[in-house]
């Protein structure tokens, strides 16, 4: 078969006689929910829709949401009330909200808002053509049961036609941990790890798409496998090694991974597995050990400093990125204080700061949210302007050097009044964007995607560098 523009090439053969249609998802909050658009995508893709950028276009909007702090859920009430006109010129139109959101608030999303067609939670991606099937026929669809831990499958991804350079793979769905201030273990459930030969399938597959970068996904990958049945089953390192040995796979990513568990066997792939790069994201929350309890986090902050210390002698030059909580119920002045003076001991590359937000169900939620408002925001500007001036720092160093950057794609033109120069971009393996100019022939002809460049670095910019080929 020839395919012509009009075909969808995403979709393969459609069953016959079914409508082409168009599908708007618009994702919040995490990788893992990206991920999950994307297998969204996936089922759809059969049944004849095609994604769309206009949710005018569309007969199926979907929100895949995230619930983690209430702010997020605040936004996607209000995308939803903007969306909600369409349905009036539209009979035919499905919407419908997916995510963390859908799975906490399940019927009582209906109730609240009229206008929603469906809701369904990531358990149920597999089933959602006969759902959406059963909201045409303006039903008002929930489904949010979690499927049993044995029972559950994973959705293998195929890859996509416009493969990226860099992938995302999950490889665990859920959690076990029982950190007092989260929502997630709430929203997805128990932790079911996905077999070990179907995540190396998926990546040797995506590896043939076209992909040179993959990072491997779960809420907590450092318990991977725990829940497997059988006598082979791979710790979390061991699945890396089985990953890093995957032929034209460049770069091998992970995120997330909590400080607690087999960290010293994850701590000793790194200079040891080529492709593993050296980036760890390790979310601390707090740099104050009552605190620390009170999170139910399980280690002491001299704990962690030492996991740190284990990286960067494994690693020199690894990057470190971090989670931070501020204002938790009963934070004082000094307990902050704490996690100002760790972010200074540690120096990571970049972090990612929060406002502690109460949510429904968890231990947390159950304390008296006793740091007020303004409080939590000015210690979230504190952390906030701290990181900045070492983040500064830390992109600075990179001036003079020469760094490996996987190059992902066209970043922005440079006219800075030469010839005509393009600006291509990609990562290094420390994950920090570098820009870097192209002649124009080379920059359309595509050979650079996916391939590694060498670049000078000339110019650190807050969240980029800029450089020249060497
Ligand atoms: N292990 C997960 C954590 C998910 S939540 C992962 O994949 O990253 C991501 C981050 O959000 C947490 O590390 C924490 O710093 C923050 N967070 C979670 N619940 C929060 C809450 N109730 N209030 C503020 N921040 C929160
Ligand atoms: Fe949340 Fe803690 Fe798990 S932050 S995702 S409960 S490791």
Redesign the pocket.
């Known amino acids: 078969m020839v395919a012509t523009s009009d075909t969808n090439l995403l979709a393969g053969p459609a069953p016959s006689g079914a409508p082409r249609r168009y599908v708007y998802v618009q994702t919040f909050g ?3 929910n990206v991920n999950d658009t994307d297998r969204i995508m996936q089922v759809l893709a059969p049944h004849n829709y095609r994604p769309t950028d206009d949710p005018a276009q569309a007969s199926l909007i979907l929100l895949n949401t995230c619930s ?3 702010k997020a859920e605040q936004k996607m009430l209000s995308q939803l009330g903007r969306l909600a006109p369409l349905k009036e010129y539209n009979d035919d139109l499905v919407l419908g909200v997916a995510g963390c959101v859908a799975q906490q608030e399940g019927e009582r999303l209906l109730k609240k808002v009229p206008y929603l067609d469906l809701v369904f939670g990531p358990d149920h991606i597999a089933e959602l053509p006969e759902l959406v099937a059963r909201a045409r026929e303006h039903e008002r669809v929930s489904e949010t049961t979690f499927t049993k831990r044995k029972a559950f499958t994973f959705i293998e991804a195929e890859p996509r036609e416009e493969t990226r350079v860099s992938e995302f793979v999950t490889i665990m769905k859920g ?1 076990d ?1 029982v ?1 007092s ?4 273990p709430f929203t997805r459930g128990r932790e079911v790890s996905k077999p070990a030969d179907a995540v190396v399938r998926e990546v040797e597959r995506l590896v043939a798409a076209g992909a040179r970068e993959v990072t491997v ?4 990958v450092n318990s991977y496998g725990k829940d497997l049945q059988g006598d082979r089953i791979p710790t979390f390192a061991e699945l890396l090694r089985r990953i890093d040995a995957i032929e034209g796979l460049e770069r091998l990513r992970f ?4 400080p607690m568990d087999a960290i010293d066997d994850l701590v000793a792939c790194f200079g040891e597995l080529p492709s593993l790069c050296e980036f760890f ?1 390790l ?1 601390v ?1 707090s740099g104050n050990d009552r605190v620390l309890r009170e999170m139910r986090r399980f280690y002491t902050v001299a704990e962690y400093e030492e996991t740190v210390a284990a990286l960067r002698r494994q690693s020199p030059g690894i990057a470190l990125s ?4 501020v204002g ?1 119920p009963g934070e004082t002045d000094a307990e902050f204080e704490d996690t100002l003076a760790l972010l200074a001991r540690v120096r990571y590359d970049t972090i ?8 429904p169900g ?1 231990r ?2 159950e304390m008296d949210d006793t740091v007020p408002e303004p409080v939590k925001r000015e210690r979230l500007a504190r952390v906030l302007a701290l990181q900045d001036a070492i983040t500064r720092e830390r992109m600075e160093a990179y001036v003079g050097e020469t760094v490996e950057v996987l190059v992902e794609g066209p970043s922005r033109m440079a006219s800075k009044g030469q010839a005509a120069r393009w600006q291509l971009m990609g990562r290094t393996r420390t994950n920090v964007i570098v820009n870097f100019p192209v002649p124009l022939g080379e920059f359309w002809s595509d050979r650079w995607i996916g391939k590694l460049a060498r670049v000078n670095v000339e110019e650190a910019k807050s969240n980029s560098l800029y450089g020249t080929l060497a």
């Open positions: 995490c990788q893992m983690v702090r209430d959690c941990k950190c201030f989260c929502i997630v996904l779960g809420q907590n995120t997330t991974s909590h994201h979310p929350q971090t989670d931070i909580i938790f990612f700061a929060f406002k502690y937000s109460p949510r968890t947390a939620s």
